[in-house]
């Protein structure tokens, strides 16, 4: 089929059917090659590649905004069953002919980064993999159904998860111990069927890893996510360097809870009050005010940006509020096709969600950022990156929560948002360390890890070295499955390194900030305006920070945290 009758939108075709996206497949794969030609050929391919991918993000979005919907669930399954087997085979021929070029007598010299990123998928792909893959997104799918699909009698009314999980928020300690416990049972209703989903999840992996020739799924991961700059070791030298920073800091931070609270030791439904004498922030109701709230933030730090946010409002590209049978947790998705972003989160009015919106936000304007990039695969930065982008802007805004700015608070409010996500920063390092350290465990001993047992007992060892400051007696049951409680270690395996060390890159933006904010936001915009045309490395260094995660540079960070905390604290009444 010729591409001079390309569908013009993912609404004008079948996306669940193998036979739209074939003949262009075909066509590309068929199509003469010469140094003249070849430009326009990767054009036309990238253009196939955003659309099946654009179809793949709405088909998935639609999915997770009510996981009860039967038919959303069958186009999904049938994508991840029909399409996408038939493209990666399809996608592969693609990628073999494209590297079997010579750059220099076809002239893509300047595409080296491309050369490098597709060579290094081509050599991973096994077709007997592909029927296993399937396999894996079916298994992530159940977890996703399972888990957004709890839901309990609160008061005459059903809560679920995210609902229950605002409750934690109140300063009444007896509500939040019930809404704890609530949640408790939840969790450990579904633990025998999440343990069966994540075995056969292991097995699956672990097969997909011996097929592609590699040791274990871990080497497999490293490579599919291109962790070209970086290995297995520096991670663990990263949580050897947050045990030795991030954790006492956050027990600083949890010692400092408990006292304010005044309670012998800090309980699991303890740790996400604020401990103030004021009533707990609730800075918006409903969607709307969310949006323009967010809104006049971005105009503040940078009126394109604040554009960029308009246009996804203007074009309904945002999904803000939590309701029933809605899939768990926030995410930015990439429409490829038409270049566009779209979030969806949970939101209950709290101020997590106003940090979620301000992170997700982040993503999107990377997004809007490299849309200028003329091929689908210099627009897609690596995960790390993506992370600096999102967690930056968290900090980036923070300067505007007030309302004389046109966000959310008074400036005593403001103060103790502020106060709560520096102190989420150190506390989360160590929470990453736990997640990633897990995953390295478990998928270089698969034999082991099949035993949810194991699973348990090393997520608890984990969580007792990095997660000390907090009582759970009584309750070890739901300490130790932990990790089901985590979407990421079901559904996206390995992706949690990403945020640690992104978060690391951010404080660094920030740092800068509080010297220039205007430069630090322009910096920060053209690192993102690069897409994938450079290594992460220097990705980093175009936003003004060091791709490192050592101890001095941590303790430096930590120290920078801690200190303005103690600054915000004296404008507070804490």
Not at 168 to 195: G, H, I, P, Q
Not at 319 to 326: C, Q, S, V
Request: glycine share 6%.
């Amino acid at each position: 089929m010729p591409f001079s009758q390309f569908p013009t939108s993912v609404e004008h075709i079948e996306p669940t059917c193998w036979g739209t996206f074939q003949p262009y497949f075909t066509e590309l794969q068929e199509r003469e090659l010469t140094p003249v030609t070849v430009r326009q050929w990767l054009a036309d391919w990238s253009q196939l590649q955003a659309l099946f991918e654009e179809a793949g993000s709405l088909i998935y979005i639609h999915k997770s905004q009510d996981t009860a919907d039967k038919e959303k669930e069958q186009a999904f399954l049938d994508f991840i069953n029909h399409v996408i087997p038939s493209a990666k085979v399809a996608e592969q021929k693609l990628k073999e002919r494209f590297l079997s070029l010579d750059p220099v007598a076809y002239g893509l010299e300047d595409l080296g980064k491309i050369w490098r990123d597709l060579a290094n998928d081509a050599a991973l792909f096994r077709e007997e993999n592909v029927p296993l893959l399937t396999q894996t997104a079916e298994l992530e799918n159940e977890y996703d159904k399972v888990t957004g699909g709890m839901s309990a009698d609160w008061d005459g009314e059903a809560k679920n998860l995210n609902q229950l999980g605002a409750l934690l928020r109140e300063k009444d300690r007896a509500m939040r111990e019930r809404a704890w416990l609530t949640m408790r049972d939840l969790w450990l209703a579904a633990r025998s069927r999440l343990n069966e989903i994540y075995a056969d999840l292991l097995k699956l992996r672990h097969q997909v890893a011996l097929n592609a020739g590699l040791p274990d799924y871990r080497a497999y991961v490293f490579q599919q996510y291109r962790r070209y700059d970086y290995t297995p070791e520096d991670c663990l030298t990263f949580h050897e360097a947050i045990a030795a920073v991030a954790v006492p800091a956050a027990q600083r931070i949890y010692a400092k809870k408990r006292a304010r609270l005044g309670v012998e030791t800090l309980r699991p439904w303890d740790t996400q009050v604020d401990t103030s004498s004021a009533p707990p922030l609730r800075p918006y109701q409903g969607q709307d005010a969310l949006v323009q709230g967010s809104l006049d933030i971005f105009h503040r730090v940078d009126s394109e940006l604040a554009r960029q946010f308009a246009t996804m409002a203007e074009e309904e590209l945002l999904d803000l509020e939590t309701r029933a049978g809605k899939a768990l947790g926030g995410y930015c998705s990439t429409l490829s096709f038409r270049k566009r972003p779209f979030i969806f989160m949970n939101g209950v009015g709290q101020h997590e969600d106003v940090q979620t919106m301000l992170h997700e936000a982040g993503h999107a304007f990377h997004v809007f950022e490299t849309a200028d990039l003329p091929l689908i695969w210099q627009a897609e930065p690596p995960m790390e990156f993506c992370e600096v982008a999102s967690m930056s802007m968290e900090l980036l805004a923070a300067p505007y929560l007030t309302k004389d700015q046109g966000g959310f608070y008074t400036a005593e409010e403001a103060a103790r948002a502020r106060i709560e996500h520096l102190e989420g920063i150190i506390t989360f390092w160590p929470y990453m360390a736990v997640v990633d350290a897990f995953q390295h465990w478990v998928y270089t001993h698969p034999d082991e890890a099949l035993d949810s047992a194991n699973c348990d007992a090393t997520w608890d060892a984990l969580w007792q070295r990095f997660m000390p400051g907090v009582d759970w007696a009584g309750y070890e049951a739901m300490r130790e499955t932990g990790w089901h409680r985590k979407l990421h270690i079901f559904g996206v395996p390995f992706y949690y390194i990403e945020y640690g060390m992104a978060q690391v890159g951010a404080v660094q933006v920030w740092r800068n900030s509080l010297v220039d904010q205007a430069t630090a936001v322009k910096n920060y915009r053209h690192a993102l305006s690069l897409g994938s045309t450079v290594p992460l490395p220097e990705l980093f260094a175009a936003a003004g920070a060091e791709f490192r995660f050592d101890e001095p540079m941590l303790r430096e960070l930590v120290e920078l945290v801690e200190g303005t905390i103690a600054r915000l604290e004296g404008e507070t009444a804490v």
